[in-house]
């Protein structure tokens, strides 16, 4: 049920990283005003203070596309030889994102995919991004991570509306040497299906549709049982960052920064106690983000005020149910 990747050959190396939040920002006291919910409520349950939402006529490529911009901008360059998109809610549900993102940047026919993970999308799309170095594919790439859950929460369900929002955040990947600041090292990379039902859209795709009969109503809402996916994320994060952790050759006193997938701050908790990992050393940025998905791991990373040489954990879970972990030694990037 689980995979590690030990990098052969080049490396992928970070060097560039950029972020894009849409500029509307809905405070939980606005949400109170539409839902039958308080802010007491859910800064109490979940740490979340504000969450940023896109506008009408807005989608997640143009979301992916700035903080690619800006990743590439910070990197000093202004060419990948590949772009990886990990998203869950793509402009469209054919085809990919990824191509048009690739040409609104100005990257030429350069490959462009999408990866579905969703909240674990980004470590998958990073290891991705990796492989396409170390195989000799593409000596840059360039890894997003967006996405729009706005567009996809029931407006009636105060839980998941609390707890999602919008963004993108991107980093290069350029190929390097193992020991280089910013090499990625391992990675541990897993799922398990048999419990996709606690997170999923039920409606839209080819199970719905080959019945013949229309979707129920609401069907086409994202749906989350968030107790479940409470334990479920602790577990197989704490699990996961031992296994890479075990790859590395690193104890958990050497990391300096550990950066979690922002799902709940009670998460956060919960992780760092499993793992006796010091609380300030948790990057946290949900107050003022929400679970942004697939873009969480990036913007958390931009906002996390690393040093370079700090050694990094990188841990993510979402449906799937899936997750993956990596570490690196922060290199001297300034956020874009
Ligand atoms: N405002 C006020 N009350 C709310 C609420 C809101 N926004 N959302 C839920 N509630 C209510 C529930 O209806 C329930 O009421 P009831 O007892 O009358 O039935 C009560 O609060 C407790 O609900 P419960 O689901 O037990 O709360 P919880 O403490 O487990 O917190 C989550 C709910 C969703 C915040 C929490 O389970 C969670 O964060 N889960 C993980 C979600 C996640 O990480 N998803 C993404 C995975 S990548």
């Excluded at 579905?116 to 991705?128: E, M, N, Q, S």
Aim: include cysteine; aromatic fraction near 4%; hydrophobic fraction near 40%.
């Amino acid at each position: 049920m689980s995979g590690s990747l030990m990098p052969a050959g080049p490396s992928a190396v970070v060097s560039g990283l950029g972020t894009c939040l849409p500029p509307r920002v809905v405070s939980n006291e606005e949400l109170s005003r539409q839902l039958d919910t308080s802010d007491e409520w859910i800064v109490r349950r979940t740490g979340i203070r504000r969450r940023h939402v896109i506008e009408p006529g807005s989608s997640t490529s143009v979301l992916a596309t700035e903080a690619g911009r800006r990743a590439l901008k910070s990197a000093q360059c202004d060419r990948a030889d590949a772009v990886v998109l990990a998203t869950s809610t793509p402009d469209r549900p054919c085809p990919a994102t990824a191509p048009e993102v690739a040409s609104a940047l100005g990257l030429g026919p350069v490959p462009a995919f999408d990866v579905a993970a969703v909240c674990a999308g980004f470590v998958y799309a990073l290891a991705t991004g990796a492989g396409l170095i170390s195989t000799g594919v593409a000596q840059r790439v360039l890894v997003i991570g967006a996405d729009t859950f706005s567009t996809i929460l029931d407006p009636e369900d105060r839980t998941t509306r609390a707890i999602f929002g919008d963004g993108a955040g991107a980093v290069v990947l350029r190929r390097g040497e193992p020991d280089e600041p910013g090499a990625l090292g391992p990675f541990d990379l897993g799922s398990d299906g048999e419990l996709a039902e606690l997170i999923m859209i039920p409606a839209g795709g080819s199970r719905q549709r080959a019945t013949g009969v229309p979707a129920a109503a609401g069907g086409e809402y994202f749906a989350m049982q968030g107790k479940p996916v409470f334990k479920q994320a602790v577990i197989r994060m704490s699990e996961s960052v031992r296994r890479v952790l075990a790859l590395a050759g690193w104890s958990v006193g050497q990391v300096d920064r550990l950066v979690a997938h922002q799902a709940n701050s009670r998460i956060l908790s919960a992780l760092a106690d499993h793992l006796t990992v010091p609380h300030d050393r948790v990057v946290s940025n949900i107050d003022r983000v929400g679970n942004t998905v697939a873009a969480s791991i990036p913007l958390a990373l931009a906002d996390g005020g690393l040093q370079p040489g700090e050694k990094v954990l990188i841990t993510s879970f979402g449906g799937g149910l899936s997750w993956g972990s990596t570490v690196l030694s922060w290199p001297d990037v300034i956020p874009g």
